[in-house]
């Protein structure tokens, strides 16, 4: 996506305050930095990325690369884990200090528990999951994001500075400034020990990133078990897919890592193939940017029906092993 | 312990219609309900009730909508408190945290505050860390499982790549998601009972803040539907051999597949 002006705006003789981008997901950092170039070539101002943690002044550098005009580094062993508490208090130090215009934080799970507890710390605005950006003809800028449970995008303003805004993966395009070289401020800044702290960690077990799909067989609640994901898993195959789920499946059953829809991921494959999902808002808000969406349900009311390419009235296990059937046919 | 849970009365968002002509949802005379997260968030409340003893209260800033508010009480929660006020009407999520924050602390001492992840309409999983920095104590978002032991709350919670356990003393704030607990379904009995709990309705005067102090950060310009063109061929009363036929027709003419 692209940022894009409504007219040209111009800052006139005021001094602009900065358009920051944080995020502990490095590659969300680098896309964000990105639309913080972008952002503040409109406004007139520069562009800064914020390192908060222990041995992150090593990589302060090469954010120039990824269009950073400064970067601002607050390295100390009391930073080694995340903690909304503690990074919220020393992110908004800084803000106290340098007055940034705005705040872009990556919208990971951590992104979305430090933006509202920054910005309330600094009696900020904020937006969450911000799709689009844009300066208006004042000088503010105007986000869009879904709303009331996914289906409707919603225009919101910032009436006041600075302005602290989510970004999801994916909404700017990582650029690379081969030249560019950025100014390191190396900040110290003392906060509370944190109240909250974390006893234990697990990985989960990674699946390949459901962003890149080309084509995603989509398994809901009409799967009935986790063995019959292996015909799914089949299907995939045949198409060069990958499986994805709605939300039960992986929140409720456990059966995978993530489920896509408005709390979970946004995917844009060529095709959506939803194998007994029932077509609920907050699903569609996941996979509305799909090119072809098919479906496969039971129930001819099933409100997927009404947003899909081609809609198959059936039962999904008899629907799927004949298409299996079919497409290894073909392949031979 | 003395529990207390931010509940929303929030737009149906299942039941929202959209205008053909115009493409906005019409949102006047749009059914409200608890919204969904909060209810979880009512549940896992009344379970560490049930386990430890204390009292439950939830707390609603906006629309005084008392059939919402039975509910609540029906489902075992013991006192409900409503903000409402005619000049709260453009709320972001810092006017609404800092009103949740203003009549927690009118409502007397609390050990742990629930919350839900987001809420079905705003869907701004602002509220809850914002009010944690309001009242000054620990955040433990996205929680899946809860539990109290002694002077802690220890939580678990799936983030993106890893699962979690934090732990942080009371008083804390906890906000939780759908899988957390299924939450009930009040009896008659239940209903019965709550209509018999009270109730205690505020406006901004009674928690001591003026209208001046609550100015939104953030407005809502527009709100649009998205036009979704899709080709809509429903296919029924097919054997499943000619449904696949089809789907395969269809992901030929799509250039999925290659002839
Ligand atoms: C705030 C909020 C956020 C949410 N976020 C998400 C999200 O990000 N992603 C998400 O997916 N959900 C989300 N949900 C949940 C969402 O509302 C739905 O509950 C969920 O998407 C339902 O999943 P499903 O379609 O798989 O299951 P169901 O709704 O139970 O549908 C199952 C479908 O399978 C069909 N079926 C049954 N048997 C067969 C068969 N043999 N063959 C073919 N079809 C069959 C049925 O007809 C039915 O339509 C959210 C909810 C809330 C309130
Ligand atoms: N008006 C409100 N009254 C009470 N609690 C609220 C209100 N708005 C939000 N909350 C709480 O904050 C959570 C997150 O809401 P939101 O920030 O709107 O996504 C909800 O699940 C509620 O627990």
């Given at each position: 996506?692209?940022?894009c ?21 490095v ?6 930095l ?5 952002l ?8 800064a990325a ?9 990589v302060?550098?090469e ?6 005009d400064?970067?601002?580094?607050v ?13 919220a208090?020393?992110i ?28 309330a710390?600094?009696?900020a ?13 004042g ?17 919101e303003?910032?009436?006041k500075?600075?302005?602290?805004a989510t ?6 395009e ?9 100014e390191v401020v190396?900040?110290?800044v003392?906060?509370?020990?944190p109240?909250a ?15 890149l799909?080309?084509?995603?067989v ?12 292996k015909?799914l898993?089949e299907?995939?195959q045949?198409l060069?897919?990958q ?7 992986s929140?409720?059953?456990g059966?995978f890592p993530?489920w896509i829809g ?7 494959p ?6 007994g ?13 799909s ?10 009311n099933a409100?997927?029906f009404k947003?899909c390419?081609?809609g ?10 004949a298409?299996?059937?079919l497409?290894k046919k073909r392949?031979? | ?9 929030a737009?149906?968002v299942s039941?929202?219609k ?7 949802p ?11 997260f909060d ?6 409340a ?6 430890l ?9 906006g629309?005084?909508?008392s ?7 029906a ?11 005619q ?7 810092l006017?609404?945290?800092?009103v949740?924050?203003?009549a927690i602390?009118e409502?007397g001492s ?8 987001s ?17 000054g ?10 539990s ?5 709350v220890?939580?678990?919670?799936a983030?993106e790549?890893?699962v ?10 906890v ?16 209903i019965?009972?709550a ?8 406006s ?5 803040i003026?209208?001046?102090e609550?100015?939104?950060?953030v407005?809502?310009e527009k709100?649009?539907?998205p036009?979704?063109?899709?080709k ?12 696949a036929e ?8 799509e250039?999925i597949?290659?002839?």
């Amino acid at each position: 996506m692209r940022l894009c002006s409504r007219r040209a705006f111009s800052g006139g003789s005021e001094i602009v305050g900065e358009i920051w981008a944080f995020s502990e997901n490095v590659e969300l950092l680098h896309e964000l930095l990105s639309g913080a170039e972008e952002l503040s070539k409109k406004l007139g101002a520069s562009s800064a990325a914020v390192l908060v943690g222990d041995g992150v002044r090593e990589v302060a550098e090469e954010l120039g690369r990824y269009g950073a005009d400064k970067v601002y580094v607050v390295d100390d062993p009391a930073f080694s884990a995340f903690s909304p508490e503690a990074y919220a208090e020393a992110i908004a130090q800084l803000a106290k200090q340098f007055e940034p215009s705005a705040i872009l934080v990556g919208a990971t799970k951590r992104g979305k528990e430090l933006a509202p507890r920054l910005a309330a710390r600094l009696d900020a605005g904020c937006a969450t999951d911000c799709v689009r950006l844009e300066i208006d003809e004042g000088g503010r800028l105007v986000v869009t994001r879904w709303a009331l449970g996914g289906n409707i995008a919603a225009e919101e303003v910032f009436l006041k500075k600075p302005w602290v805004a989510t970004i999801p993966l994916r909404v700017f395009e990582k650029r690379v400034f081969e030249e560019k070289k950025c100014e390191v401020v190396e900040s110290k800044v003392s906060v509370e020990k944190p109240k909250a702290v974390v006893v234990e960690s697990k990985k989960k077990e990674a699946g390949a990133p459901l962003e890149l799909a080309r084509v995603i067989v989509s398994a809901g609640a009409g799967v009935k078990n986790r063995e019959d994901l292996k015909m799914l898993e089949e299907l995939a195959q045949l198409l060069d897919g990958q499986v994805g789920c709605s939300r039960p499946l992986s929140a409720d059953y456990g059966w995978f890592p993530e489920w896509i829809g408005l709390s979970g991921k946004k995917v844009k494959p060529d095709a959506y193939i939803a194998c007994g999902i029932s077509g609920q808002i907050q699903h569609i808000a996941g996979m509305r940017d799909s090119k072809v969406v098919i479906a496969i349900n039971s129930d001819p009311n099933a409100p997927i029906f009404k947003v899909c390419d081609y809609g198959v009235v059936g039962d999904l296990y008899q629907v799927v092993p004949a298409l299996i059937e079919l497409l290894k046919k073909r392949k031979k | 312990m003395r529990i207390v849970v931010c509940a929303k009365v929030a737009l149906d968002v299942s039941q929202i219609k959209v205008d053909a002509s115009t493409q906005t949802p019409v949102l006047s005379g749009a059914p409200l309900k608890v919204s969904d997260f909060d209810k979880n968030a009512i549940e896992e409340a009344i379970r560490i009730r049930e386990a430890l003893g204390g009292e439950v209260f939830s707390v609603t800033v906006g629309r005084p909508e008392s059939k919402a508010i039975r509910e609540i009480l029906a489902m075992g929660v013991d006192a409900a408190y409503v903000v409402s006020d005619q000049s709260l009407k453009e709320m972001d999520a810092l006017v609404t945290s800092k009103v949740l924050a203003a009549a927690i602390k009118e409502m007397g001492s609390f050990d742990l505050v629930l919350c839900g992840e987001s809420s079905i309409d705003g869907f701004t999983s602002q509220v809850g860390p914002r009010l944690a920095e309001l009242l000054g104590i620990p955040q433990l978002t996205y929680a899946r499982k809860v539990s109290v032991e002694g002077n802690e709350v220890v939580v678990e919670r799936a983030l993106e790549e890893e699962v979690e356990v934090v732990k942080a003393p009371l008083p804390a704030l906890v906000t939780v998601t759908r899988e957390v607990n299924v939450p009930r379904i009040p009896t008659i009995m239940d209903i019965m009972k709550a209509s018999k709990k009270p109730i205690t309705q505020w406006s901004l005067s009674d928690l001591g803040i003026s209208p001046e102090e609550l100015k939104p950060a953030v407005a809502v310009e527009k709100l649009q539907a998205p036009k979704i063109e899709r080709k809509g061929v429903i296919l029924e009363g097919l054997k499943p051999e000619e449904a696949a036929e089809a789907i395969v027709e269809a992901l030929l003419k799509e250039g999925i597949l290659r002839g």
